[in-house]
Structures are given as C-alpha cells and as structure tokens.
C-alpha cells in the first residue's frame, strides 16, 4: 500500500474508532451525569426543605456515587484515548503508515481546523434538535438556568445566615441615610391564586413603591451589594412566561415575592417538615432592626424611581403573621384579596399538580422554590397549620379538592378574626368586574397621594366568568363553612374603611 493512502487509512480508522468509542462509552452522557452529582450535593446543601440529620445522610450517599462516577469517567477516557493509539500500533506492525506520521496529521493545523469545524456543526445539529427535549420541564416550565447559574443560587441557599451578618457591612458602606423612605409599607398577602400578583403590579406601576425584583436574586438578603455587583454582568431584560404556565410575563425588572427569605433566617423554628406554625404574639427581637434596614435597602436599590419611597410586599406566606406585622410596624397598611371558593380551590389544584409535575422532572426547580420560600405547591407544599386545622381534616391529600376548600376556609376564617383598620380585604372578582371602583378604595386604603395613578390601570383588569359551585363529594359541615366563610369575606370587602394614616 502507497504511504500515502495508508496514512490516511491509518488516520481515518483512527478517528472514527475514536468517536465510536466516545459513543460506545456514552462520554457525554458520563460527563453530565458527573456533573449533575455535583450539583445534586449543591442541591443538598441549599435545601431548606431538609435538617441537618436528613442533609448529612443524603450528603454521604451523593459524595460515594460521586466517587464512582467519577472513576468511571475517568476509566473511560483512558480507554476512549488508549485504544485509538493501539490500533495505530497495530497498523504500524502491518506496514500500513508508521505510528509518528499518522500523529503528527492529527496535530497538524488543516487537520485540527478541519476536524473542529466538524465537530462544531455537529454538535449545534444536536444541541438544536436536543433542545426542546431538554430544556422543557412540565406543563410550559422552560429551564432557564446554566449549571453555573444554579451554583450561584444553591451556594446563596446555603449560606443565608452569612449573608445576614453581611449585612451589616452593607449597611455601613451604602446605608448613609433615608434617603427620604417613608415607613409606611404596604403588605399584599393571601392565599396563592387569590390575585396578589397582579394587585402587585398595579401598585408597582404607580412608581411611589419599591419591592423585590428578579435583579435581587440569588443574593436577596444582601440587595445593595449584589446590584452594584451584578451589574457588570447582568443580561438584558426580556419578558418570558413564569413558571405558573398561566400567561403572566415577567422580566429581570418584574417584581417578585422573595420577602420569605429574609422570615426564613431569622424564624427557622415556624417551618417544620410537612407544615409551617402561624406566628407567636409579637415580640421585639433583632429582625425587626434587619428588615427595617432591609426596607429601606430595597427603596435605595430603586432610586431610578425617584417617587418609590415606601416598601412593597407580595408574599403570600405573610397571612401566617399578619397581626404580627401591625404590631411590628404601626403604619404598615395590608391588602388581602380573595375569590369565589370554587374558582380559587380548583385553581389551587391544577397549580398544585403542576408543580408536583415540574419538581418531579427537574429536581433544581424543587430546591429553588424552596429556597426562596415558596411552600405554595407541589413536593415543596407546607401548609400554614392555622388553629390545627391540619390534625382535624379529614382531606389528607393536597392531590384532592376537598383538602384544598378545607385550608382555604382555615386560612381566611383565621384572618377574619383580625380586628384592624389597617387590614383591607378585596374581593378580587369585584375587581375585575368593576375595576375603577375597587381601584379607589385600594388607592384610600393605602394612602396613595395621587389615586390615578393606580385607577388609571383599570384597563388591565378584565371581568373574568363566574364558575358554579362544585361541592360535590363534600361534607356538608364544610360546604356550610365555605358559604358561611365566603358571605363574611364579602362583607367585610364591601364595608366602609378609615384612613387614619392618609389624610
């Protein structure tokens, strides 16, 4: 045989076992399966969701499966490499093309280039063919996190009360002044679905109040620090759908509830493994000197607003200590809308096992939620235990409709019983229907010093169709609670307010 066709025989043989053993020993597959190990104990480390006792042990069983992976990878490769050059040996034995020649042409420039134009066609073929299977999570959740992105989050996860000691070093360095905050926050809690989010928005989009964005995380406790930070890195903005699946956009600038995370520092004891305790009767401890600051930190953070000098907060685990906060802060104002039972407990639902789908497929969207303190749905579900009601259902799975009417009546029968000026209840179909109207009285009740700004978004209010109520199944006792629950709600939605605190 000529050498020159034996060289390239010798080369061509060479490579393509090469890439047949990179198949044949799934390298790829190897290499992310290394690497979701290594965030598997990020993950382990980050999740609230787990003790101490319960971290340690699955900790364990990932650094030894860790380890395995590991010496796999690695024995695969030194085959993958190996057996390449003993088949070049061997074809030097036969007097096809000596060994140094056929090396010194895979190590050559035309050849190098060549092979990595290749190679990168290839794998943009696979990466775009590939990329829907991968990146898409349950019912329209879209994976938006690189790895290095999910080990920024885990790593803030874990290190929370770091972060809190920070703070203080933040406070020093950028908390010079006011800067003119009003401490007059305002506090939109509820149930999930019960329309907390778009009641945020409207408020946001008055440009009087700051809250949490996006742009806050992963590092939500220290949020001056990080935005002066991320700044040189951050990407643009752009508007994709939020992991609900039920079409609200959101963006980097979108406000967001990551308020929980700071209750989570400071009150690890009110989360427990299947339920979190409502809040004790106030008492003065070293968080409210923290989340004063952090108030004030989050409306320094929003000086591009001139006007937004007053805190906003959407969080819907805040209805476990609503009455703490009147008394932690006296001129904290609370909105807490609701909607028709049917229509909330059956939205409940679908969410609950949409979230169930998702952190079944996509362990990081688990931890996530629980990381920033979103209990609502799925896996991570831990209902507020109000008045023990848990121990007295008789709906043991959330994966039902009667569990769901049985928290709803526990959680707003619990907040009816608090007596305050400064608790609004809105009645969110109302607001849909007649949007001008609420939109007035939500604008009294919080003491906006100019009402058109928010009655002037009415137009994103659309009336939306009432269901029948659908209890069938159902206990009669509840069914009368529901109805019962349902009548004071709207009573108290429809009564006449003071504004001590606006005139």
Known sequence: MSNGLGLYLSTGLSVALFLVLIFCFQLPLKVRQLGNTILSVLVM???????????????????????????????????????????????????????????DLMVSLPFLLVSTLIGALVWGYVKLTSKNQINKVGKGFEVRYSRTEKALHLLAFATRDIQAFI????????????????????????????????LMELCFNTGRFATHTYRDMPFVLLPLFWR??????????????????????????????????????????????????????YRTSRFDDFFARHQRKITTAASYQQEAKRYLSKNNLNVARVEFLLKMNPQAKIVIPFRQPAKHCQSLLRQHLNFLDIHQQDEFSRVYMAG????????????VN???????????????LAYWYEYWCACYQHLLKIESDRVCFVDFDKLCQQPEHELNRIADFIGLDDRTLLVKQAGLLQARDSIQDDYHGLEPELVTR??????????QATKELSYPDSQ
């Not at 703070?167 to 509820?190: C, H, M, N, R």
């Not at 643009?236 to 967001?256: F, I, N, Q, T, Y």
Request: proline share 4%; net charge negative; glycine share 4%.
């Open 45 to 103: 480390i980050g999740d609230i969701s787990l003790n101490d006792e319960q971290k340690e042990s699955q900790v364990q069983l990932l650094t030894i499966r860790l380890a395995g992976r590991f010496l796999l990878l690695v024995i695969s490769m030194v085959l993958v490499f190996a057996l390449p050059f003993l088949l070049m040996y061997l074809l030097e034995k036969v007097d096809i093309a000596p060994m140094d020649q056929v090396v």
């Open 167 to 198: 703070s203080k070093l933040e406070d020093k360095l950028w908390l010079k002044s006011d800067s003119g905050y009003q401490s007059q926050p305002v506090f939109i809690t509820a149930m999930p679905r019960a329309g907390t989010t778009l």
């Open 228 to 281: 002066k930070f991320s700044l040189r890195f951050m990407k643009k903005s752009s508007e994709v759908e939020r992991a609900h699946g039920d079409g609200m956009l959101v963006s980097l600038d979108s406000p967001e509830a990551f308020e929980e995370i700071l209750w989570m520092t400071y009150w690890q004891d009110q989360y427990h493994n299947q339920h979190i305790s409502p809040w004790p009767s």
């Open 372 to 383: 920033i303190g979103h209990f609502d749905f799925g896996e991570n579900l831990k209902p």
């Open 386 to 400: 109000f008045d023990q009601w848990l121990s007295g259902s008789s709906s043991k799975s959330a994966e039902s």
């Open 482 to 491: 529901i109805a019962c629950t349902y009548d004071k709600l709207k009573s």
